[in-house]
């Protein structure tokens, strides 16, 4: 924030995208014009008000500093001719997830026409879409984990039969087929641990350095990758969820070792004379 934190009677605060538009710095004069007019002799004039900029506000919202600018109660009663009234209330809560309880709980204590909303009420088609492409996200993690397990099992088919001759020396020399399953299952198992291990410390890595790894990127290319006025934002946020990380190793892994069973289940069921016929 640039200026005076706190709003004059005649100041306003403008959002920096709003300022940079408008071509305007601290200490300049701004005019205000008001929806409401008045009448004269010359005819219908709308309210116009000079505001000295006091401060610009950078919120890191696009929406909200390309279109917010703050001035004193006072200042903005007068320009809508409202007198002592106001036309909305906005409170701060401790706990932003009981903001819609709270919400609902205003409403039905003021009862109509005074309505309250929630800030996810508010921004609903947002959490929407970020709940849609959440769930893309997961069919599209899942379907890259299907493949994977597919690559398990084409990759095992090939050792069972790379390995066809060693199983059929096991086999004569008095190896199960539980023993022989077991062997080929176990090796599906730590491909699916250490690849996923692997995974877990590329993303653990590359997630709490993930606007470094973009300006880095843009700064090589001479490009925006996100640029405000499209995503909103200057930079990409990004948080870990252990217990969705969590949810995904064990899938991931459960995944891999079922997709050896069935490898495995052959290379048990190999006949060890057919094994050793051309050897």
Not at 200 to 215: D, E, M, R, S, Y
């Amino acid at each position: 924030t640039q200026g005076d934190s706190g709003i004059q009677r005649k100041g306003i605060i403008l959002g920096k995208e709003l300022a940079r538009s408008l071509g305007a710095y601290t200490g300049d004069l701004l005019a205000m014009m008001s929806p409401s007019v008045r009448m004269t002799p010359l005819g219908i004039i709308p309210k116009i008000k000079m505001v000295e900029v006091v401060g610009i506000f950078e919120s890191k919202m696009y929406e909200y500093d390309s279109n917010l600018a703050f001035i004193s109660l006072s200042s903005a009663q007068s320009l809508f001719g409202m007198k002592n009234r106001v036309s909305g209330i906005e409170i701060k809560v401790d706990d932003i997830d009981a903001a819609g309880h709270i919400a609902v709980v205003i409403q039905k204590k003021l009862g109509a026409p005074y309505f309250a909303r929630g800030w996810m009420q508010m921004n609903k088609n947002l959490f929407s879409a970020l709940k849609l492409e959440k769930i893309t996200m997961f069919i599209i993690l899942i379907l890259i984990i299907l493949v994977a397990a597919f690559n398990i099992i084409s990759t095992l088919f090939m050792v069972v039969m790379d390995k066809a001759k060693d199983i059929a020396i096991l086999k004569s020399m008095g190896a199960t087929r539980a023993s022989i399953m077991k062997i080929f299952s176990m090796q599906g198992l730590i491909i699916g641990v250490c690849g996923t291990a692997l995974g877990c410390l590329a993303g653990f890595t590359i997630v709490p350095n993930l606007n470094k790894i973009v300006g880095f990127i843009e700064q090589l290319f001479d490009i925006e990758a996100f640029p405000s006025d499209v995503y909103y934002l200057d930079e990409l946020p990004s948080q870990i969820q252990y217990f969705d990380s969590f949810l995904i190793i064990v899938f991931s892994i459960l995944i891999c070792f079922l997709a050896s069973l069935y490898p495995a289940w052959r290379a048990s069921r190999l006949d060890p004379v057919e094994g050793l016929r051309y050897e």
